[in-house]
């Protein structure tokens, strides 16, 4: 298993108290698969995935990332494990304005030293941003500038991506698009995905689903 949760918590301090988010939650992710992440707004998703991601702790329960138990490591390690592991995809993009497509693309990779030209190529051409490597974030699309947050993710061939409602800035149209394109170059690489969406349509399109109901799981 690539990823594995076991009897995971977490709640936040709130002027009325304790506030739980996930409530001894179990879910298990192997190479090379893909998992939706469905429930209701405010259901516990985005905060499993932070969990999983190791930008956050849980208050109790286990978490392992390719067999590493990601509450022993200090920040340096979880940041070290998110680059060497673990690809993230969000729904805001978070580009770096002042970089071009083709720095953005490159930019984990170089900082990890894992920079692979021939596959920043092969992304590239897959991707469709050929023309636009010269562009900035602010000259793109919403569509264009997820396809770069995507193929910045996968430029670093992660063993794990975490994405988070990763189409949900795009018309259906695009979506349905992005996400095809997403779960090939995912299957390409090997990689396992997890995926939090609202979407019962995109969650049907990957291998298995596990709903959210109030932080447990349904």
């Known amino acids: 298993m690539i990823l594995v949760l076991q009897s995971v918590s977490k709640s936040y301090q709130t002027a009325e108290g304790p506030l739980e988010v996930l409530h001894d939650v179990n879910l298990s992710l192997e190479t090379g698969r893909s998992l939706a992440l469905t429930g209701e707004s405010g259901s516990g998703k985005s905060t499993l995935l932070h969990l999983a991601a190791g930008l956050d702790q849980p208050d109790s329960g286990r978490i392992e990332i390719a067999g590493q138990e990601i ?82 993710t996968l430029a670093a061939r992660p063993k794990l991506v975490l994405a988070d409602e990763p189409t949900g800035n795009l018309d259906e149209t695009t979506g349905d698009a992005v996400l095809a394109l997403m779960l090939s170059l995912v299957a390409e690489t090997g990689a396992a995905l997890l995926m939090v969406t609202h979407s019962m349509g995109l969650a049907e399109r990957l291998d298995a689903r596990v709903h959210l109901r109030s932080g447990r799981i349904a």
């Open 71 to 152: 509450s022993r490591l200090g920040d340096v390690g979880r940041a070290a494990l998110r680059r060497s592991v673990v690809g993230l995809v969000f729904q805001q993009f978070n580009l770096i304005p002042s970089l071009d497509v083709a720095a953005n693309l490159a930019f984990h990779t170089r900082l990890a030293g894992r920079y692979d030209p021939v596959w920043q190529t092969e992304l590239t051409e897959r991707l469709g941003l050929g023309a636009l490597l010269m562009r900035y974030p602010e000259q793109l699309s919403v569509g264009q500038q997820q396809r770069v947050a995507i193929g910045r």
